[in-house]
Nanobody, 123 residues
Framework: QVQLVESGGGLVQAGGSLRLSCAAS????????MGWFRQAPGKEREFVAA????????VYADSVNGRFTISRDHAKNTVNLIMISLKPEDTAVYYC????????????????WGQGNQVTVSA
């Protein structure tokens, strides 16, 4: 089964940047879509960004478009999320997932999830 290990979260001041990384291992099929979701206290997990299995397509939530960049390295089997111009409203637990190209924006399109990584943006 696929195991996803996240890293890179932490505390940053508003306007700063962070880089999240998610490493996938143990799976038979590893050229699948990968995405990032986040969940703030009291809210449901929401879509942030995703990249198709081939890496040819990327999609972003309107709230992060232009500030976040998702990329993948097939050789290392990792996906990264570079976050710049961070805002306090970006504070959340960030999760990476692996799923289907056809449902990259939907939580139900992902079969595996990482443990979650806390990102806190202070004002």
């Amino acid at each position: 089964q696929v195991q996803l290990v996240e890293s890179g979260g932490g505390l940053v001041q508003a306007g700063g940047s962070l880089r999240l990384s998610c490493a996938a291992s143990g799976g038979t099929f590893r050229n699948l879509a990968m995405g990032w979701f986040r969940q703030a206290p009291g809210k449901e997990r929401e879509f942030v960004a995703a990249i198709s299995g081939s890496g040819a397509s990327t999609v972003y939530a309107d709230s992060v478009n232009g500030r976040f960049t998702i990329s993948r390295d097939h050789a290392k089997n990792t996906v990264n999320l570079i976050m710049i111009s961070l805002k306090p409203e970006d504070t959340a637990v960030y999760y990476c997932g692996e799923g289907a190209d056809g449902a990259m924006r939907a939580r139900g399109g992902y079969a595996y999830w990482g443990q979650g990584n806390q990102v806190t943006v202070s004002a």
